[in-house]
């Protein structure tokens, strides 16, 4: 299993943490229960962080007409809306919440360059709030195909998540499923997909990002 690189500097203090604090336990301290229950809890606190920096392989088929899922999750919003930052139009909005169990990369829906990147420090309410995507720590993408479509995706950080990682800027050019970025510890992913665009999923359906499709553009 491949850890993403996010995650290997933590990994490695909270070994060297665990390993020395499991030291101290079973040499000064004489209830062997004590010993059982600290070495369990560090083993299983360390796996379930563990997980949570897991980088699978991803290979995405390369399909102009297909959105791909930014994030691992499930699917929480579906609704027509207004996007007031920056594309200033109706749009379809379909949000993802990533838990803590799921992989936090977050990769390209589409093929395309980036138009428009704005990182917005702020808020860390939970990531289902109402008023999370205007206020809460976020990035907002704008990624335009070779047709003009313009699809705005926007990472935002939930009451747990509280650091947003991204790798992209404005003039990139990014293939679909290429990793744009990464949130810590459970958030939400917002994509705004043109009025004419088929959507492909529906609320609660589990995504995989980069695998499953959730529209297609006309």
């Known amino acids: 299993m491949t850890i993403h ?8 203090v909270m070994a060297i943490i665990f390993i020395g604090l499991n030291y101290v336990v079973f040499n000064y301290v004489a209830m062997s ?11 299983v ?9 897991r980088l699978p392989t991803c290979v995405t088929p390369e399909d102009p007409k297909a959105v791909y899922a930014p ?19 109706e749009r379809i909005q379909i949000s993802i919440f990533m838990s803590p ?33 205007i206020e809460n720590e976020r990035t907002t993408v704008v990624m335009e195909n070779d047709k003009g479509v313009k699809v705005l995706f926007r ?5 747990v998540a509280r650091r947003i990682k991204w790798y992209v800027k404005e003039g990139d050019q990014l293939t679909q499923g290429e990793e744009f970025g990464f949130i810590k ?7 705004f997909l043109p009025l004419d665009a088929k959507i492909e999923v529906n609320i609660n359906d589990k995504t995989t990002g980069g695998k499953t499709v959730i529209a297609r553009l006309a």
């Not at 010993?35 to 083993?43: E, K, P, Q, R």
């Not at 929480?76 to 200033?88: A, G, N, P, Y």
């Not at 169990?101 to 360059?113: E, Q, S, T």
């Open 45 to 53: 606190i360390y796996l379930l962080v563990l997980q949570f920096f």
């Open 33 to 43: 229960l004590i010993h059982t229950l600290v070495l369990a809890a560090s083993i």
């Open 71 to 89: 994030a691992e999750g499930k699917v929480v919003v579906i609704e027509k809306t207004t996007e007031d930052e920056c594309l200033k139009d």
């Open 155 to 159: 990472q935002i950080a939930g009451a």
């Open 185 to 191: 510890f459970g958030s939400r992913v917002d994509v």
């Open 101 to 133: 169990l799921n992989v936090h990369v977050n990769r390209a829906p589409i093929k395309g360059k980036v138009s428009f990147f704005k990182y917005h420090p702020g808020k860390y309410l939970v990531a289902w709030h109402p008023k999370s995507s």
């Open 5 to 12: 690189k996010e995650g290997r500097t933590l990994l490695l």
